[in-house]
T-cell receptor
């Protein structure tokens, strides 16, 4: 298994540009999520999905959209990039279970700079 | 939760020594904990987990201890190697699928482990 794959690894955008960060997992995980990691702020949840066709907002959803048309893919869209969105973005997935908890598996991140 | 940042506590150990990294949590209802390792330029990597019905769990060269009385976790790494250099943090996931989504994984304050050759 490749695990959680994120593309691109690096991206530079100008203010106002749009882009999509890709995330794919091959572990048949129902739950997928996007985090951003900033110095001194830790990991903050942007959006999450508990299954195909279902998405919901996390702690910091403003400026981001997501969709979940398949179990495998969970893209994150920035409609109009702002410098405040400069960050490292991590996609993570886990089994959605009712009998026990399971750990989140993270991708290696996309480092985004907005100028 | 607080986590990775520029002013992380740092633990410096000699190669071959044992390392102990500590984590405190605040939610008495937490019943499942995970330790992650994050190397520079990479995503957090799962190391080991523990449920609240256990006091100790061992993996390969790692042991996690849970003290529910004082709400404290520790990660012990035996015979620390240069490849163990990274930021380590504990996480407190949602305790049920009903709570799975909105309550984000709460990450404890990270600790930077530096292994001296």
């Amino acid at each position: 298994n490749a695990g959680v794959t994120q593309t691109p690894k690096f991206q530079v955008l100008k203010t106002g540009q749009s882009m999509t960060l890709q995330c794919a997992q091959d572990m048949n995980h129902e739950y997928m999520s996007w985090y951003r990691q900033d110095p001194g702020m830790g990991l903050r949840l942007i959006h999450y999905s508990v299954g195909a066709g279902i998405t919901d907002q996390g702690e910091v959803p403003n400026g981001y959209n997501v969709s979940r048309s398949t179990t495998e893919d969970f893209p994150l869209r920035l409609l109009s990039a702002a410098p405040s969105q400069t960050s490292v973005y991590f996609c993570a997935s886990r089994l959605r279970d009712s009998s026990y908890n399971s750990p989140l598996h993270f991708g290696n991140g996309t480092r985004l700079t907005v100028t | 939760g607080e986590s990775v940042g520029l002013h992380l506590p740092t633990l410096s150990v000699q190669e071959g020594d044992n390392s102990i990294i500590n984590c405190a949590y605040s939610n008495s209802a937490s019943d499942y904990f995970i330790w992650y390792k994050q190397e520079s330029g990479k995503g957090p990597q799962f190391i080991i987990d523990i449920r609240s019905n256990m006091d100790k769990r061992q993996g390969q060269r790692v042991t996690v201890l849970l003290n529910k009385t004082v709400k404290h976790l520790s990660l012990q790494i035996a015979a620390t190697q240069p490849g163990d250099s990274a930021v380590y943090f504990c996480a407190d996931p949602p305790s049920s699928t009903r709570d799975t989504g909105r309550r984000a994984l709460t990450f404890g304050s990270g600790t930077r482990l530096q292994v001296q050759p």
